[in-house]
């Protein structure tokens, strides 16, 4: 845990510091860094040694638990006024950005099967779904910090691309969800992944906030959160986060809608306030270290699996971009603001590492495919802020649309300024 820290902190601070790109962005690469990509391939015993195979369970634990808390962060800075006014233009954006990456993937699944790249007994429709959920999702988690330290958090264009993204990825969990349902579950275990998470996140939306209302009176009469407040607001998210699991969507997706819901004000200010550190310090780097030490970058090893790498990435980026700067244009964005939305729903990073590990733990793709896709992740994330600032962001600055980036900020404290 030292070394992973130690890496995670100096990574993502020299990609801040000479990339320009948040912390976070940083320790995906550590992740990768850490695994046999680099340290495995130049010192393997300090590797094997560092990470035994008896440590990956307990990696795994904490990674998940880092990667729900960070959404229930997320879910607790989202504006649900904002979605509502961009409910229109966010769902025309995501479903383009959907629709067009699952057209790449019908072009390109059947040739990655014929390549031998996902698993045994994966079948052509398994495998184009699976490419097109992996394709077309976007980073939610990495979006909103993108998004807030861009200056973009009440602006039209944040807003419409924070909705959007939530569209997209709960689109792109459910058709996970029949993957795996096609992989061995049967039919039932589609049905009941959209119809319990379906009903998780109606009563969450339309319940929710009144039987939250008294949480969130006590804590402004405390005018804290105590310890017993924030006690129940942990078990609150722990049986979230099991509700989405139980039906068979991701638990990060518990952690979130919680989070939309939970009463503004002190509770929501204060709960960030004592959260974030342990969540982003300690817990997401052991989600990232997991996600490398099954990343092989060594296996892309041939002019011929690169050239595969290459057309997954261009088929990703010009799918995904083109299609949400399409929808944009046609909702009634102008030509900047469409290509800033196509910009930043185009960062896969966070989520596509989530549903990549997914797909490998259960067999449905292979560790050169996983390599590859975890390479699509970190290469259209690192492209996200700074294609953002050429095609919309200097303009809108000089124009005085936005505020200036202040480089010398913490990107620690990114979450806990969303707005409450």
């Known amino acids: ?17 000479y990339l320009g790109q948040p912390q976070v962005v940083g320790e995906m690469i550590a992740g990768v860094l850490l695994g046999p990509s680099l340290l495995g391939l130049l010192a393997p015993d300090i590797q094997h040694m560092l990470f035994p195979k008896d440590s990956k369970s307990v990696l795994y634990v904490g990674a998940q638990m880092g990667v729900g808390l960070y959404m229930f962060l997320v879910g607790l800075g989202f504006q649900a006024d904002h979605f509502k006014s961009n409910a229109k233009s966010a769902a025309a954006v995501s479903l383009s950005g959907m629709a067009a990456p699952f057209l790449v993937a019908v072009g390109i699944a059947p040739w990655l099967l014929s390549l031998g790249l996902f698993g045994k007994g994966i079948d052509t429709f398994q495998a184009t779904l699976f490419m097109g959920a992996a394709i077309s999702i976007t ?16 602006t039209p264009l944040g807003t419409l691309s924070l909705s959007a993204g939530a569209i997209d990825d709960a689109g792109a969990w459910t058709v996970l969800a029949i993957v ?39 804590a402004e009469r405390e005018g804290k959160v105590t310890p017993n407040i924030l006690g129940v607001v942990v078990m609150l998210f722990m049986l979230s986060a099991w509700a989405m699991d139980a039906v068979g969507i991701h638990a990060v997706f518990g952690g979130f809608i919680l989070g939309t819901v939970l009463p503004r004000g002190v509770l929501t200010r204060e709960v960030k306030k004592q959260l974030e550190p342990f969540a982003v310090v300690l817990l997401l780097p052991m989600f990232f270290t997991f996600s490398g030490l099954h990343t092989q970058l060594t296996m892309v090893n041939s002019i011929s699996l ?10 990703s980026i010009l799918a995904k971009g083109g299609a949400c700067w399409a929808a944009a244009r046609l909702t009634g964005q102008d030509n900047a603001t469409a290509c800033g939305i196509g910009a930043l729903m185009n960062a896969r990073g966070l989520m596509e590492l989530i549903i990549i590990n ?6 449905i793709i292979g560790p050169a495919l996983f390599s590859m896709l975890v390479l699509m992740a970190i290469i259209t994330t690192l492209m996200a802020s700074p294609l953002f600032e050429l095609l919309y962001g200097k303009a809108a600055r000089a124009r005085g649309e936005l505020g200036a980036l202040d480089e010398s900020e913490d990107e620690d404290s990114e979450l806990a300024r969303l707005p409450a």
């Not at 980073?139 to 958090?153: K, N, T, V, Y």
């Not at 061995?184 to 339309?206: E, R, S, W």
């Not at 997914?358 to 067999?363: A, E, R, T, Y």
Request: proline letters at 5%.
């Open 358 to 363: 997914i797909g490998l733990q259960k067999g």
């Open 180 to 218: 795996l349902a096609t992989f061995g579950g049967g039919p039932a275990v589609a049905v009941k992944a959209i119809v319990g998470g379906g009903l998780f996140a109606v009563f969450m939306i339309t319940l929710g906030p009144k039987l939250l209302a008294p949480l969130g009176r006590w």
């Open 1 to 17: 845990m030292f070394v992973i820290i130690a890496v995670s902190r100096l990574v993502g601070w020299l990609a801040k510091k």
């Open 139 to 154: 980073a939610f988690p990495m979006l909103a910090r993108i998004i807030h330290e861009r200056g973009l958090s009440k």
């Open 306 to 315: 690169v050239a595969v790498t290459a057309v997954i990435l261009a088929g």
